[in-house]
């Protein structure tokens, strides 16, 4: 692999702007080396042509010309003080009077632009850094107070204060020790490095408990019911509460801290690294086109600026470590950094072999069911197509759920292409994400045993020898579904586990709302169930047939059931209560109106819904133009709030006309065709209303088809939606989770109140 790709892959996607443009770079030494080229052969013509005039001897002798032996005669650089502490580097070319000079000035001037802003952005990081190990410091303070406290309660207020003073004075006469757990080597770190803080020299030999006097514990994670205890009462008048339950809580949550942290620490070293490496490259570059000496000088600029220098980061990392496998593993080495550090995920040929596999089974499998059917003319017949009618809607469900499996395959594909960090904005644990080739084994091994089913079920059916099976052909379908739900909830370590929990977590949250806070994982799901209320549909069809007796009869009767049609009408409402719920949650939470205007998106969408389903019960003109109209106007809500809102686009003042400044896929007409796509697909939402005299099986397929139309639009959304975010988190260099801290204190509250 080269330097170019390696160095792409290394970047936090997130910082990339802040990396230093070694492409840049390289483009102007490739104008350094077009002009050096072109000076060498004009100046060897010329020297041919007098040579061979004069003595009529052929000039034979090197191909470079050896200048430039001594390195003070190539560059100079120059520190400068700007704002009293920042430094600015600036390079001083020598042999700009030679020709081609004015390349090579450039190429130093982009040089000291680049150690610049590598130079200010890693020291903001670092000081940025030195902040928060301070507050971790007293974070973990107060949890080894209020581990004294549940541990013994009753213990005498003067016998504790004695003897952790007597630790302490220990601890402060070891060099670098890391001492007992009432000791923090963070805060330590900090007293050591940084001048500034020793006014908390005499914050740790306080007493334990008179620490947790101005502490109060942060509810990060929210229950339904401390939500709604939270509208009622005053949260900022609870008492901490000392036992085993509260500190179980507690330390999981710092323990997250500090986890996000060493993983912020560990991609600060890498960047350092990356950039340092950078410059080395391109300087060796340099010399090899130039054949100066100008490497060493600056080399030795860049090992001395802050980036090459400060050791901060290296110390942060090691006190971190220390304190958390003290605090959090039980003095467990092993176990600590194993903690710390994130897992890579490894690339399994297996995953490939199965993809494959199941692939091969699935075009045979389906092949055969066309076969099939086209052999018995099921579609010509009374009996087949009474069965196509009424079993074909029960397995319509697996099809939208692999359809929309694979939408996401292709979407977690490009957006791995194109560097969308979309396990960081779903909050996914490091090494748990699923990346496209797994995503893509689950959705044809979902496929082969779907279409598997079908077959069985065609097969018993239509066979007039097995006929007499009527029981087990039945209960295939059933069968299928409590298969798939006992795979999803299944509570063993087979098939991606913490990406079941994940979703089975993500989705609970989406039934609770608007009681949980709403992340980007919550809705974004939430989204997608939206395009599948055809799906939801289905699961009101198996309870038609499988709880009111309709498989027994094998007539189509569910209509006639006040309780059906109930249920029909909920569930195509169910997935938009879920996001109009959210959006509720989102503008209490925030007081930002686009919450609002949001909701009343998914608002308009149940009114149209609704219209819709009594249309297809009631028939009649006044409720197709109430259906039309409703339809109409949702479309252009949700249009609108697609292209503009959620994907960012048709921006008046972009640099790039009518899209936004920032893209990350190189082809502007993928916009344009996405955002065309996403008019027309919406558009076939509303052709449902459009019906005329279609036949039972027509308006089965007719629905089956749109409905995985929309799943389509889905995926395009998707990808362009989560760049957006994406694009917006750039901005604000949240590479990292924010995990907030589980204690708040009274004077750091008031700090920020002032």
């Not at 007597?166 to 007992?180: C, F, T």
């Not at 890498?270 to 391109?282: E, G, P, V």
């Amino acid at each position: 692999m080269t330097f170019k790709k390696d160095f792409k892959q290394q970047m936090v996607p997130e910082w990339e702007k802040d990396y230093m443009d070694y492409e840049g770079l390289k483009r102007i030494l490739k104008e350094v080396k077009s002009s050096k080229q072109t000076t060498y052969n004009r100046s060897l013509h010329h020297r041919f042509s007098i040579e061979r005039a004069l003595s009529g001897i052929h000039m034979h002798g090197s191909n470079h010309q050896v200048e430039g032996d001594i390195e003070d005669q190539v560059i100079d650089v120059k520190t400068l003080e700007q704002d009293g502490s920042k430094q600015v580097y600036e390079t001083n070319f020598q042999k700009e009077h030679e020709e081609g000079g004015q390349a090579e000035s450039r190429f130093f001037q982009k040089l000291d632009e680049e150690l610049n802003k590598v130079n200010a952005f890693y020291k903001d990081q670092v000081e940025a850094d030195k902040h928060e190990a301070t507050l971790l410091s007293k974070q973990v303070e107060a949890l080894v107070a209020f581990r004294v406290k549940v541990k013994d309660p009753d213990q005498g207020l003067q016998q504790m204060t004695s003897t952790s003073k007597e630790k302490m004075d220990q601890n402060h006469q070891q060099k670098d020790s890391m001492g007992g757990t009432e000791v923090d080597p963070v805060q330590q770190a900090s007293r050591d490095t940084h001048p500034e803080e020793e006014a908390h020299k005499n914050y740790q030999r306080r007493d334990p408990m008179e620490i947790l006097e101005n502490v109060r514990i942060d509810n990060a994670t929210q229950s339904p019911i401390s939500t709604i205890k939270s509208v009622f009462t005053d949260s900022n008048d609870d008492e901490l509460s000392f036992n085993k339950e509260e500190l179980r809580k507690i330390e999981g949550q710092l323990k997250l801290v500090f986890i996000e942290f060493y993983q912020k620490l560990l991609h600060l070293k890498d960047y350092s690294f990356m950039n340092l490496s950078a410059f080395s490259k391109i300087m060796k570059k340099y010399e090899k086109i130039t054949s100066r000496t100008a490497s060493m000088a600056y080399m030795r600029v860049v090992d001395n600026s802050y980036l090459g220098s400060s050791d901060e980061v290296n110390f942060l990392l090691e006190k971190v470590e220390s304190t958390f496998i003290r605090n959090f593993s039980n003095s467990n080495h092993k176990k600590g950094r194993k903690l710390l550090r994130s897992k890579m995920k490894r690339e399994r040929h297996s995953i490939t072999f199965f993809t494959g596999f199941f692939s091969g089974c699935f075009v045979a499998l389906l092949a055969a069911t066309i076969l099939r059917i086209v052999s018995q003319r099921l579609m010509q017949n009374k009996v087949g197509t009474f069965y196509m009618e009424n079993i074909f809607p029960l397995y319509s469900l697996f099809g939208y759920i692999t359809l929309h499996m694979l939408m996401y395959a292709a979407n977690t594909y490009y957006w791995k292409r194109y560097r969308v960090n979309y396990p960081f904005l779903f909050g996914f644990r490091p090494g748990t994400e699923l990346d496209h080739r797994e995503v893509f084994l689950l959705t044809t091994g979902h496929a082969v045993v779907a279409v598997l089913c079908f077959l069985i079920n065609l097969q018993l059916e239509m066979n007039q020898n097995t006929r007499s099976y009527k029981t087990a052909t039945e209960l295939v379908p059933l069968s299928l579904v409590v298969l798939v739900l006992l795979i999803t909830f299944c509570p063993f370590n087979i098939v991606y586990r913490s990406s079941r929990f994940f979703f089975i977590k993500c989705l609970f949250r989406c039934i609770c709302a608007p009681l949980f806070p709403v992340t980007l994982a919550d809705f974004f799901l939430a989204d997608q169930l939206t395009s599948q209320f055809q799906a939801f549909r289905s699961f009101v069809l198996y309870i038609c047939y499988y709880g009111l007796g309709e498989r027994s009869r094998r007539e189509s009767k569910c209509q006639g059931y006040g309780f059906y049609n109930g249920l029909y009408v909920m569930a195509g409402v169910i997935p938009y209560w879920f996001r109009l719920a959210q959006c509720m949650r989102q503008l209490y939470e925030d007081r930002d109106m686009d919450h609002a205007i949001n909701g009343s998106k998914y608002l308009s969408t149940i009114v149209a819904v609704i219209i819709r389903t009594a249309f297809e019960r009631k028939k009649g003109s006044t409720w197709k133009v109430l259906a039309l109209i409703s339809s109409v106007v949702t479309i252009m809500l949700n249009t609108y709030w697609d292209i503009v809102k959620d994907w960012g686009l048709l921006q008046r003042h972009s640099k790039n006309p009518y899209l936004r400044d920032k893209l990350v896929v190189p082809h502007k007409s993928v916009y344009f065709l996405a955002m065309v796509l996403n008019v027309v697909l919406r558009l076939c939402w509303a052709q449902l209303v459009l019906e005329l005299n279609w036949k039972p099986l027509h308006k089965v397929a007719i629905t089956t088809f749109i409905s995985c139309l929309e799943i389509i639009r889905r995926g395009i959304w998707n990808f362009f939606r989560l760049e957006n975010e994406h694009l917006n988190n750039v901005g604000n260099y949240r590479a990292f989770k924010s995990v907030p801290h589980p204690f708040s204190y009274y004077d750091d509250k008031n700090d920020k109140d002032d």
